[in-house]
């Protein structure tokens, strides 16, 4: 079987790293069509080593005969454009926030929830998680399997690629003008970025929290248990690609920081790296590029009972975002009879 893809968004960052992911995994694709906005009306992206897409535009585009669309275009546009292509039969995985908290739309990590995914057909749309979120329910799911998580209170480290290819931009020409006594005033952040952390990630709401803080706390209920307490601080951070998080948990049994390691070392999708006496630990620029979620620094909290510390690491463009979308749409067809529509 193999199927026709579109990928809209096609141009930005994430984007392109599902391109370059379904590339890698051989997704079984009959048609990859590259959809994105007037503005990048015939520009080329690469498909494996050989293929040329040429973008074609998204208000244009019929959906009718697409069997899945990867959506990563903004939470405005997936709003118009998510329920128009899943009327015309493509289920669309949509990495915008707009679906999230729609108790109809199956809010998925394949190594967490893939259950929820049957039904699917009843909206046509899968929402794929916040990337903050997503690396800490796939390290979180075994342990709370094991011994029942009661509270978490998590500080992420967050990349500027996060912030799309101008947080990305900002980050490198603030460095460089930096340099050379340069101080120019910020764009795309609220502060300067480079040689500095910023407490400020999306909007502020109304208790003080930020947009981002209340999606992970949200989305972790939604995923993981509607039980567990959490707290975040969100703080978006000089580093390119990559986003760290410092997990702190409360549990309702016992759960020494060996039977975690145990644990946690046959969990699919995380890699142990926890030898920290000789610099065995993860760091957010030996992440990038990679697909796991990486946990180094198991140990227990004495300050409370039954407390672990983790320190959560991953490559938030692709298991935060990209190769998340595509391993839904793989279970899809693995597990859920997703089947290509008829070819006239």
């Not at 392109?16 to 959809?35: D, H």
Request: aromatic residues 6%; charged residues 25%.
């Amino acid at each position: 079987m193999a199927y026709k893809v579109a990928v809209v968004g096609a141009t930005g960052n994430v984007g392109r790293e599902i391109i370059n992911i379904l590339a890698e995994r051989k997704f079984p694709i009959r048609e990859l069509v590259a959809l994105a906005s007037d503005k990048s009306r015939g520009k080329e992206i690469s498909f494996g080593d050989t293929k040329i897409l040429k973008c074609k535009i998204l208000d244009d585009y019929d959906f009718a005969g697409t069997d899945i669309a990867l959506f990563s275009p903004g939470a405005s546009v997936s709003k118009i454009h998510a329920p128009r292509a899943a009327e015309q039969g493509c289920v669309v995985i949509d990495n915008t926030s707009y679906f999230r908290m729609d108790k109809d739309i199956p809010l998925v990590v394949p190594e967490v929830n893939p259950e929820v995914l049957d039904g699917f057909r009843k909206r046509n749309i899968i929402a794929n998680p916040n990337c903050s979120t997503i690396q800490m329910v796939v390290a979180l799911k075994p342990l709370h399997d094991a011994a029942t998580i009661k509270r978490i209170v998590v500080s992420t480290y967050q990349s500027v690629s996060g912030a799309g290819k101008e947080g990305m931009d900002e980050l490198f020409s603030q460095t460089k003008d930096l340099f050379v006594h340069e101080h120019k005033t910020p764009k795309k952040f609220t502060k300067r970025i480079a040689f500095n952390v910023i407490p400020h990630i999306d909007v502020f709401m109304e208790d003080g929290s930020t947009k981002e803080e209340w999606k992970m706390v949200q989305e972790t209920k939604k995923i993981l248990d509607p039980n567990i307490e959490v707290t975040a601080t969100c703080v978006r951070v000089p580093v390119f690609v990559g986003h760290s998080e410092s997990i702190n948990i409360e549990f309702e049994r016992p759960l020494s920081a060996e039977e975690a390691r145990e644990i946690l070392d046959e969990a699919p999708g995380v890699v142990v790296i926890d030898n920290p006496h000789e610099n065995g630990y993860q760091s957010p620029a030996e992440a990038a590029g990679e697909d796991a979620v990486f946990v180094s620094r198991i140990r227990e909290d004495k300050t409370v009972e039954n407390g672990l510390n983790l320190w959560v690491v991953s490559d938030n463009l692709r298991k935060g975002a990209a190769l998340n979308a595509v391993q839904i749409a793989e279970e899809l067809i693995a597990n859920y009879n997703l089947q290509p529509m008829q070819v006239a």
